[in-house]
């Protein structure tokens, strides 16, 4: 353990050591001072620690069991948790805080603060399949549940108004969100990637920002209660997302057969890419089609077009071939039957970009004969 003065400032890497017990005397531990120690099994934090640095214990794979002495008042938000690089505390079961401690304290190995209006981490390795956040917590700190895969249902408190970024980040188990109907706001990223398979959105929650529900592996099912006014274009995205539900009382969207519209269904917002069906037929009324409203499909084989239509977002008629392949995004996989010239399919896009992306093989400009016809 290196210290300078009354500063851990740093624990080497290499340390075969598993169990330690910084120095009384020790005011502060630095920014990842034991960065990538896997060894340690157990850290003592002793009474006259009074700071820990951000991101101090990452990287500590074999990390089980944290004591914060009763000295300490200042955290970085968790030192547990990272930004860009790292790797989860996985076997961390306990955070443990003395009882003298003014500032933060635990209940059952959860960190919270003294007051119990702060979550500040719920530990990776816990052994607890549901958990539940108690009403007196008003914030949860960003990435408090991420990468904790011993969770399959968070019950959230009735304290939470607003659900913050990477909240579930990576927590690959997570089956079930219940969220309490004090909930006004899903933020950027709130559950992106983890494990989740459907959310109700309470009544309450008017705002879902960007990515809320992206890169979410499980998801299928999306149910808006009817107080939701504003969905970021890039709000839900699943691989195997199944329907986008909204309260049929909401004044914002409206939703048939799973897909999402507003409305007076002038906008497409979602078209689930696993919805069942091998036609779909754009209602005539729909003007625009929001970024990334229709991509690929599990399902789909033709989709009809109308003349209507007067904007198309990004991201539109084509989706993923492989992630690993540098052409990954020129895939399309059903085939398009537009009721108007190719001239002016060409000048509904956003951008000159995202029309060259989609395979003109699959792309049908139909005669006003034929249009009648189907019509």
Known sequence: ?????????????????????????????????????????????????????????????????????????DMDGSPFDFELEGIPCSKLKSIEVSENNKYFTSVDGVLFSKDMTELFQYP??????????????TFIHPGAFRYCNGLTKLTVGKGITVIDFIMLY???????????????KLDGGAFKYSGIKYIDIPDS????????????????????????????????????????????????????????YNKDKT?????????EGEIYRLPDGVKEIRPGAIENSGYLKKIYVGDNIEKIGVCNFYGYKNEYDEDYRTQTT??????????????????????????????????????????
């Open 124 to 137: 990776y390795g816990k052994i607890q399949y549901e958990y539940t956040v108690p009403d007196s917590v």
């Open 334 to 375: 059903y085939d398009i039957y537009y009721e108007g010239t190719e001239k002016q399919w060409n000048e509904l896009f956003e951008s000159a970009y995202e029309r060259e992306k989609i395979d003109k093989a699959k792309i049908h400009f139909l005669t006003p004969t034929s249009v009648g016809l189907m019509r």
């Open 170 to 184: 990576g927590n690959d188990n997570i089956e079930t969100v219940i969220l309490p109907d004090t909930l006004t």
């Open 267 to 275: 906008v497409l917002y979602i078209y689930p890419v696993n919805a």
């Open 1 to 73: 353990l290196l210290y300078r003065g009354d500063c851990l400032v740093k624990v080497d890497w290499e340390t075969e050591i598993e169990h330690i017990k910084i120095k009384e005397g020790t005011r502060r531990i630095e920014a990842s001072a034991f960065k990538w120690c896997d060894s340690i099994k157990s850290i003592v934090i002793p009474d006259s620690v009074e700071v820990i640095g951000s991101e101090a214990f990452v990287g500590c794979s074999s990390l089980e069991r944290v004591y914060i002495g009763s000295g300490v008042s």
């Open 205 to 260: 929650v008017t705002y879902i920002g960007s990515e809320a529900m992206t890169g979410c592996s499980r998801l299928e099912t999306v149910n808006i209660g009817k107080g939701v006014s504003y969905i970021h274009e890039w709000a839900i995205a699943s691989n195997v997302l199944k329907a986008v539900n909204a309260d049929p009382e909401n004044k914002c969207f409206t939703s048939e057969n799973g897909i999402l």
